[in-house]
Every structure is written in structure tokens, then in C-alpha cells.
């Protein structure tokens, strides 16, 4: 159940950089890469811009967690948990420049 809350903890505090800030017209509402694709389109950012792509980065790796928590956890699950941790970051930089 832990890493389930871990998982869940991560996609929380992404959802929260993007929307915390207040610069597009609408929120994003999930990390699946329909939920992205909806937002990016709804606030004209193209597919290809670095925000749209750390964002979708973020979900494949967010994915292979949830398949993994089934399993012991592994050096590949905490290096995975670790990059997701740094692509936020990432993240709150990108949209740190676009203000």
C-alpha cells in the first residue's frame, strides 16, 4: 500500500506545480496521456514544447511504477521514484519561465 501512496503522493504534487500556478486557462486534470493531450490542446501549448513532454515523461514513468509495485521493490523502482523527483523539478522550472 505504501508505494500505491507514493505513487499517488507523486502524481499529486505534479498536478500541483502545473496548476498551482495559474498561467493556463484550464487545469490539468490527470497524468494519463489522454488527460495531458486534453490540457495541452485546451490551453494551445503545443505537443512538442519541453512542459508538454517532461509532463508525459513523468506519466510513462509514473506507469512502469504501478506495474512494478506488485513486486518487491526493486533499485530500478527507486532510481524511477528518484527521476520523477527530478523531472518535477524540471517541470516547476519550465513553468517558472513561461511567467
Known amino acids: 500500500m505504501s508505494e500505491f501512496n507514493n505513487r499517488m503522493d507523486a502524481?499529486?504534487?505534479v498536478l500541483e506545480v502545473v496548476n498551482r500556478q495559474r498561467i493556463y486557462k484550464k487545469e490539468l486534470c490527470g497524468l494519463s496521456q489522454k488527460a495531458i493531450e486534453r490540457w495541452s490542446n485546451?490551453?494551445?501549448i503545443d505537443p512538442d514544447e519541453k512542459i508538454v513532454k517532461t509532463l508525459i515523461q513523468?506519466?510513462?514513468k509514473l506507469f512502469f511504477l504501478a506495474n512494478k509495485s506488485?513486486?518487491?521493490i526493486t533499485?530500478?523502482?527507486k532510481l524511477i521514484s528518484?527521476?520523477?523527483s527530478n523531472l518535477r523539478d524540471t517541470l516547476k522550472v519550465l513553468i517558472n519561465t513561461q511567467q
Open 11 to 13: 502524481q499529486r504534487k
Open 42 to 44: 485546451e490551453n494551445r
Open 58 to 60: 513523468i506519466s510513462q
Open 75 to 77: 533499485e530500478d523502482y
Open 82 to 84: 528518484l527521476e520523477i
Open 70 to 72: 506488485q513486486e518487491q
